[in-house]
């Protein structure tokens, strides 16, 4: 791709890794001989060197990823924003370290394993339509549960989960991002979807896990020596 990309990439990396079992922050913990974060950075890097990239951390986390990235000789230009009291919050505040227009895509610090063809597909389709966010089918039977403890099967065909990244026009997310915050907002396509907006639907990698538990970094050890 060329110097004068207009892709830009806003890495949220706001968790605190409470489920991990440990006091660093998930985001941090080693993969592969680095931060997860770092190879989260690679993985853009790949599909375009010249992408914008901006990650938006806890204030009180900056100063340690750049002490990170000097111990570990991490040379890839990025940008770094303090974030919000939420994720809907921290995005906000990624948003206003972007001047550009162009297309924009938000992706999860804790997903290191996205393909490249899954970046382009998910940027080709916002282009198209404005905004498009990655899936893979539920594998699994589901039930839903009600408030007084009953359930009921769920048809898992109309069922899929959401990953990131999830790409959208500057011009689209950033009116989104006007409205005031709800917590229902689980993900950016929920809000861009609250303003009006429609979502398409891009097939995913189901290797693009979040890092959430002790099993998941070890998976994520076993998927990385296997490439």
Request: with cysteine.
């Amino acid at each position: 791709m060329s110097s004068t990309s207009k892709h830009t990439i806003l890495i949220v990396a706001g968790g605190r890794g409470t489920r991990m079992g440990g006091p660093q922050p998930k985001q941090f913990l080693e993969l592969a001989g680095r931060p997860v974060l770092m190879h989260t950075l690679e993985a853009f890097d790949r599909w375009d060197a010249s992408a914008r990239l901006i990650v938006v951390l806890p204030e009180d986390q900056i100063d340690t990823w750049k002490r990170l990235c000097e111990a570990h000789a991490f040379g890839r230009i990025h940008r770094v924003v303090a974030g919000g009291e939420t994720r809907f919050h921290s995005v906000q505040n990624g948003l206003g370290a972007v001047a550009s227009n162009g297309l924009i895509a938000v992706h999860d610090g804790v997903r290191p394993l996205v393909a490249p063809s899954i970046i382009a597909a998910c940027f080709a389709a916002a282009a198209d339509g404005g905004a498009a966010v990655p899936v893979v089918p539920v594998v699994e039977s589901v039930r839903e549960v009600d408030a007084d403890g009953g359930s009921r099967p769920v048809d898992r065909t109309r069922l899929c989960v959401v990953q990131t990244p999830q790409v959208f026009r500057a011009d689209v997310l950033r009116a989104a991002y006007c409205l005031p915050y709800d917590p229902r907002f689980t993900d950016d396509a929920s809000v861009v979807e609250a303003s009006g907006v429609a979502v398409r639907l891009v097939p995913g990698n189901r290797e693009n896990i979040k890092l959430t538990t002790p099993m998941d970094l070890l998976l994520a050890e076993q998927l990385m020596r296997r490439e």
